[in-house]
T-cell receptor, first 112, second 114 residues
């Protein structure tokens, strides 16, 4: 079983839709749960992260972690064409080991 | 822009050759991590340098090696290039305290091995 599983999509939605992006992970030692956005031909940029279980909101974006089921979600409200990108989840152990374990990424397309 | 710069942006090499990729970290950051991103995949951790010492390595063979300099910039060297080494190579810089939660990526070097 891979450490992080993420449906690669592609996912196509109309402008204004609510988008749900999800990952599952296998290692219960993960403490931080990162979401990165990657535009075509660019490096990933950090969107937001959550520590342990619970929700975190930042504008139109909400990150959710359920550690009991090892399930990570990112919700995008009122999606915009500028949200079209690949979204990568990346759980992280924390502490001195700084390496991120990335999912494959989900390619999102928001149509005007 | 993150302040992390990588050079070159694109590179074409022949199988068996050697390549050096460079990364200039964001001001104030003393940790650099390198990742390989194959087409359609998420980035995979190669190794990390903290204050000029290797501080963790992923599942990559020894022909992948690196350096970090006193100004915290870094190099990734790959010897005996193989076709499967074709990928986007990303570096990420961070501080020692927040290596995972505040890692800023450069835009990558796209390496093509022919």
């Amino acid at each position: 079983q891979k450490e992080v599983e993420q449906d690669p999509g592609p996912l196509s939605v109309p402008e204004g839709a609510i988008v749900s992006l999800n990952c599952t992970y296998s290692n219960s030692a993960f403490q931080y749960f990162m979401w990165y956005r990657q535009y075509s031909r660019k490096g990933p940029e950090l969107l937001m992260y959550t520590y342990s279980s619970g929700n975190k909101e930042d504008g139109r974006f909400t990150a959710q972690v359920d550690k009991s089921s090892k399930y990570i979600s990112l919700f995008i409200r009122d999606s915009q064409p500028s949200d079209s990108a690949t979204y990568l989840c990346a759980p992280y152990y924390g502490g001195s080991q700084g390496n991120l374990i990335f999912g494959k990424g989900t390619k999102l397309s928001v149509k005007p | 822009e993150t302040g992390v710069t990588q050079s070159p942006t694109h590179l074409i090499k022949t199988r068996g050759q050697q390549v050096t990729l460079r990364c200039s970290s964001q001001s104030g950051h003393n940790t650099v991590s390198w990742y390989q991103q194959a087409l359609g995949q998420g980035p995979q951790f190669i190794f990390q340098y903290y204050r000029e010492e290797e501080n963790g390595r992923g599942n990559f063979p020894p022909r992948f090696s690196g350096l970090q300099f006193p100004n915290y910039s870094s190099e990734l060297n790959v010897n005996a290039l193989e076709l499967d080494d074709s990928a986007l190579y990303l570096c990420a810089s961070s501080t020692g305290q927040r290596r995972g939660t505040e890692a800023f990526f450069g835009q990558g070097t796209r390496l093509t091995v022919v």
